[in-house]
């Protein structure tokens, strides 16, 4: 389906020719004509499906076309972190451009300037808040927020906020909002958590499922079975001019690498040690400011860093093209996260290589993950220098989904970015 056979205001349509955005994607497709009714709906579609769009178009074109107070706050799209944010925003930016709204991105981690400006949004009239829940409830705890006027709610990620302990937070914000209002719940995963907070503070939702896709055939997917005290010798060697990975085999070593980590602590520890070993290894997790982040990904966009060491927040919030390799040193627990890591690489059309690294404890996740993916993952071998790996998985054909058996024989920004009043057919400016 094209975008101009939706009803979408002229405005959103004109953007959308500039950015050259023509076909909708599946979840688009399905999602924008409910939206445009004015249903609550619950969508579950993973990152890279065009979600973002999903939601902006129908909320703008809506503005446009029902009654709303122009000196109040309209909407509020809340994510689960400042990346996410970050990236609505600029979107917001793009798809708005021609429709007089304003939209104020809220969250923490930069100057108090941004917080002055943040009040300011909020309180003199943005029509959309972009945010992420701690920096609004922090933002209503010290001043009077009128929310009188919000018609649009919106949960982006609402499986990762509620896994990041956000839930009551959400709840204290649902309960200053009017009860006449449409509400929006993204999530790339459908918990019995994430129906009990629908059921909470939605009405007649409607259901939407755009199927988790897999990994495209351009990422060469690789797995290597060993010790977890083998691990870190076994990045050295990956990134080391010794690996069967490195392009051309011109002996250089490969920049713009993301190593994944479970944890923030492993993503410091294994920052270090890359450094010790020579490498400009840079780490990204959430105890670094807005503006440590925002630097360290600088860097990384433009080649200065070889490995970006990352919790998963990355995994949802980075868009570079060109990276060639991604390391998962843990393994995900859930298949959709390693569908999110590994999509990393070979994005616009480019090549790309994911390796797992699967310790002899992670090796039934790893094995629920082949099964999701039908296929089996192609194993790397040790190099020699750092001996023998553990013997490959061979699930009991008694076990459910290869998991191994307990005793007993049981399975175990910017503010106010636009002015409002912005003109159809205004001419865009490069």
Not at 49 to 63: Q, S
Request: net charge neutral; glycine share 8%.
């Amino acid at each position: 389906m094209y975008f101009d056979e939706l009803e979408l205001s002229d405005g959103v349509l004109d953007a959308l020719w500039d950015m050259h955005f023509d076909v909708c994607t599946s979840v688009q497709e399905k999602t924008i004509p409910v939206l445009l009714e004015g249903k609550d709906v619950i969508s579950c579609a993973q990152t890279g499906t065009g979600k973002t769009a999903a939601y902006i178009l129908p909320l703008l074109t809506n503005l446009q076309n029902d009654g709303h107070d122009a000196d109040k706050l309209n909407a509020i799209i809340m994510a689960p972190t400042r990346e996410l944010a970050q990236q609505i925003d600029q979107q917001m930016e793009g798809f708005g451009f021609y429709v007089p709204f304003s939209s104020v991105p809220i969250y923490g981690g930069n100057d108090g300037g941004a917080w002055g400006n943040q009040v300011t949004g909020l309180q003199k009239g943005a029509d959309i808040a972009i945010a992420t829940p701690g920096r609004l409830i922090s933002l209503m705890n010290i001043y009077d927020v009128d929310f009188s006027g919000v018609k649009y709610f919106i949960l982006d990620e609402a499986d990762r906020m509620l896994d990041m302990g956000f839930y009551d937070d959400i709840m204290t914000i649902v309960k200053r909002l009017p009860a006449e209002r449409q509400t929006i719940l993204f999530s790339a995963t459908m918990p019995q958590d994430i129906r009990k907070l629908a059921k909470t503070i939605m009405h007649n939702p409607v259901e939407i499922q755009i199927a988790v896709s897999r990994p495209p055939e351009s990422i060469r997917q690789m797995a290597v079975d060993l010790y977890e005290g083998q691990k870190t010798g076994m990045v050295q060697w990956l990134l080391g001019s010794e690996s069967p990975l490195l392009a051309g085999g011109d002996g250089e070593r490969m920049k713009k690498v993301i190593l994944f980590a479970g944890r923030k602590q492993r993503v410091k520890e294994l920052t270090r040690a890359l450094q010790q070993k020579g490498l400009d290894a840079r780490a990204m997790h959430s105890d670094l400011t807005q503006k440590e982040r925002d630097e360290v990904m600088l860097d990384f966009r433009n080649g200065k860093v070889d490995v970006l060491v990352a919790t998963d927040i990355v995994a949802r919030g980075i868009d570079v093209d060109d990276i060639p390799l991604v390391i998962n040193y843990d393994v995900p627990r859930d298949a959709e996260d390693y569908v999110h890591r590994i999509g990393r690489t070979a994005r616009a059309e480019n090549q790309g290589v994911a390796v797992t690294l699967v310790s002899e404890e992670e090796q039934r996740y790893f094995y629920k993950i082949e099964q999701f993916l039908h296929k089996t993952i192609e194993r790397q071998a040790l190099p020699t220098a750092l001996g023998e790996g553990p013997k490959p998985y061979s699930p009991s054909p008694n076990s459910r989904s290869g998991s191994k058996k307990r005793r007993g024989g049981k399975p175990s920004g910017k503010f106010y970015h636009r002015k409002k009043g912005g003109k159809k057919n205004e001419p865009k400016v490069t």
